[in-house]
């Protein structure tokens, strides 16, 4: 059951890591939440498929590296790192043209051998200082 629950990680590292959402719909439940403080607009499937593209967009190099995967049950922990050029609008924000390295954790329960719910907790704080968006002092 576990190596079931890490290939859903893995599977879902590769949408984010291309932007082919053409399986999102096989790897996320129908009423999927989604609990991210730095965007508490994404709360759903479809959002979620919006903030794929609009991050992809944003930095076209994104890039996600699963640094260990634990999983327990319904649960399945992801520890990762995250790379990327700020070469577009970002959500709002001019593009810099710099890259950032940043890591995260996010914590996924799956019914039914999908994704219900995640919620993220990830170093955005140095990710925008990385940009210079946020200054470093």
């Known amino acids: 059951m576990s190596e079931d629950l890490k290939?859903?990680?893995r599977q879902l590292v590769e949408v984010w890591n291309t932007g082919n959402l053409s399986n999102v719909d096989e790897i996320f439940?129908?009423?999927?939440?989604?609990?991210?403080?730095?965007?508490?607009?994404v709360t759903d499937i479809e959002s979620y498929k919006k903030y794929i593209d609009e991050t992809r967009s944003g930095m076209p190099d994104f890039k996600?590296?699963?640094?260990?995967?634990?999983?327990?049950?319904?649960?399945?922990v992801s520890r990762y790192t995250v790379s990327g050029t700020f070469q577009n609008d970002f959500?709002?924000?001019?593009?810099?043209g710099k890259k950032a390295t940043w890591t995260?954790?996010?914590?996924?329960?799956?019914?039914?051998?999908?994704?219900?719910e995640v919620w993220w907790h990830?170093?955005?704080?140095t990710m925008l200082q990385q940009l210079g968006?946020?200054?470093i002092e």
Do not use: C, Q, W
């Open 104 to 116: 995260g954790v996010n914590i996924y329960h799956l019914t039914s051998g999908k994704i219900a």
């Open 91 to 96: 959500f709002g924000i001019p593009a810099t």
């Open 7 to 9: 290939a859903i990680g």
């Open 64 to 76: 996600v590296v699963n640094e260990d995967m634990i999983a327990e049950g319904d649960k399945l």
């Open 29 to 41: 439940a129908n009423d999927f939440v989604n609990h991210d403080p730095t965007r508490p607009e």
């Open 133 to 135: 968006v946020i200054p």
């Open 122 to 125: 990830k170093d955005s704080l």
